[in-house]
T-cell receptor
Framework: QKEVEQDPGPLSVPEGAIVSLNCTYS??????FMWYRQYSRKGPELLMY????GNKEDGRFTAQVDKSSKYISLFIRDSQPSDSATYLC??????????FGAGTTVTVRA | DGGITQSPKYLFRKEGQNVTLSCEQN?????MYWYRQDPGQGLRLIYY???????QKGDIAEGYSVSREKKESFPLTVTSAQKNPTAFYLC????????????FGQGTRLTVV
């Protein structure tokens, strides 16, 4: 079993829809949770960063962490074609190692 | 502009050759990392360095080597001992441990021919 599980998709939605992404994990020591966006043939860029459980909102993006269920989510409201990318979840125990999910490929249709 | 620069963007290697991937950062970050990305597998940690002249193996270090002689530079050598080197390689840096944001370079795509 992988330490971080993420459905690779692909996920296709119409423009304006809500995109819902999630990851599950097995290591209860993870404290820091991140979502990265990666465009094709580019490096990942950080979208959201959350410590412990709770919600965090930034514009059209909302990240949720439920440590009791070992489950994290990312929601994208009013999705745009420019949101088409691969979304990677990542998490850390507060050491130097990030554990990544496999990434979910999202396409927003105009 | 501050950031992480990886070079080259594309690299071709003949079987049996060693190749070195460059990673330079001007963010004044202490920590630097090398990841490998394969389709459907996410990012896997090869090596990381918390400080100059010190580095640790990640999850898939076999067949790779690194050096950290300068704070700004963290080159990765893919040796002939790496049996399946064709992949997308990503360098990252951060100010510290897992509680800090990691910034990524644009990657190097290595292909064995």
């Amino acid at each position: 079993q992988k330490e971080v599980e993420q459905d690779p998709g692909p996920l296709s939605v119409p423009e304006g829809a809500i995109v819902s992404l999630n990851c599950t994990y097995s290591n209860s020591a993870f404290q820091y949770f991140m979502w990265y966006r990666q465009y094709s043939r580019k490096g990942p860029e950080l979208l959201m960063y959350t410590y412990s459980s709770g919600n965090k909102e930034d514009g059209r993006f909302t990240a949720q962490v439920d440590k009791s269920s070992k489950y994290i989510s990312l929601f994208i409201r009013d999705s745009q074609p420019s949101d088409s990318a691969t979304y990677l979840c990542a998490m850390s125990e507060n050491d130097y190692k990030l554990s990544f999910g496999a990434g979910t490929t999202v396409t927003v249709r105009a | 502009d501050g950031g992480i620069t990886q070079s080259p963007k594309y690299l071709f290697r003949k079987e049996g050759q060693n190749v070195t991937l460059s990673c330079e950062q001007n963010l004044n970050h202490d920590a630097m990392y090398w990841y490998r990305q394969d389709p459907g597998q996410g990012l896997r940690l090869i090596y990381y360095s918390q400080i100059v002249n010190d580095f640790q193996k990640g999850d898939i270090a076999e067949g790779y080597s690194v050096s950290r002689e300068k704070k700004e530079s963290f080159p990765l050598t893919v040796t002939s001992a790496q049996k399946n080197p064709t992949a997308f390689y990503l360098c990252a840096s951060s100010t510290g441990g897992g509680n800090t944001e990691a910034f990524f370079g644009q990657g190097t795509r290595l292909t064995v021919v």
